[in-house]
């Protein structure tokens, strides 16, 4: 499968836990997105890169979250000390370097924080 | 500031009915516009998009036109089917948004059978 993958697909945390989560994007995509949804709610969006270099963050992003994409392929996505309020679905997408180019979702990785 | 507004669900129908979700935005520029479609348990997919006004974009029975005048890219199906069950989300993109998609809160699409 040639899809954009996010692992884990389900992860369960205590509050003020760090958790990490990954996305490898399709691999001729160099640009790649970090949405968040909760339920009943469209995405939002957390960040964006293209190819290495983080290009823009939502004011959603506090100092407790963050993204890297070391080497222009895969992201992880890191947030410290974890709130309930974090609970929700962490979306990634990819896509080409092109205008209108379409964004390609994971199947995204569901936090739940006791 | 740019927004989407969608029709709220669920939106629920017999198999064979005819289906209108309905999506209207606001932006500043020239959107492109998309609609997206998550099937449960599974990630968003894109199910058919235009980018200029007077387009038609059309996947799998689906069909939405990009009506400049009403600001407005409603989802349409002439006959729907219980596969079509998910949730649907209308989203604009603005070039000069860092390439980022505003979406909807999305309508939920319950097909009876």
């Known amino acids: 499968d040639t899809g954009v993958s996010q692992d884990p697909r389900h992860k369960i945390t205590k509050r003020g836990q760090n958790v990490t989560f990954r996305c490898d994007p399709i691999s001729e995509h160099n640009r790649l997105y970090w949405y968040r949804q909760t339920l009943g709610q469209g995405p939002e969006f957390l960040t964006y890169?293209?190819?290495?270099?983080?290009?823009?963050k939502s004011r959603l992003l506090s100092d407790r979250f963050s993204a890297e994409r070391p080497k222009g392929s895969f992201s992880t996505l890191e947030i410290q000390r974890t709130e309930q309020g974090d609970s929700a679905m962490y979306l990634c997408?990819?896509?080409?370097?092109?205008?209108?180019?379409?964004?390609?979702f994971g199947e995204g990785s569901r936090l739940t924080v006791l | 500031g740019d927004s989407v507004t969608q029709m709220e669900g669920p939106v629920t129908l017999s198999e064979e009915a005819f289906l209108t979700i309905n999506c209207t935005y606001t932006a500043t520029g020239y959107p492109s516009l998309f609609w997206y479609v998550q099937y449960p348990g599974e990630g968003l997919q894109l199910l058919l998009k235009?980018?200029?006004a007077d387009d038609k974009g059309s996947n799998k029975g689906f069909e939405a036109t990009y009506r400049k005048e009403t600001t407005s890219f409603h989802l349409e199906k002439g006959s729907v089917q219980v596969s079509d069950s998910a949730v649907y989300f209308c989203a604009l993109y603005l070039m000069d948004s860092n390439y980022q998609l505003i979406w909807g809160a999305g309508t939920k699409l319950i097909i009876k059978p």
């Open positions: 890169f293209q190819n290495e270099a983080q290009l823009e």
């Open positions: 997408a990819s896509s080409v370097d092109r205008v209108g180019g379409e964004l390609f």
């Open positions: 235009a980018t200029k």
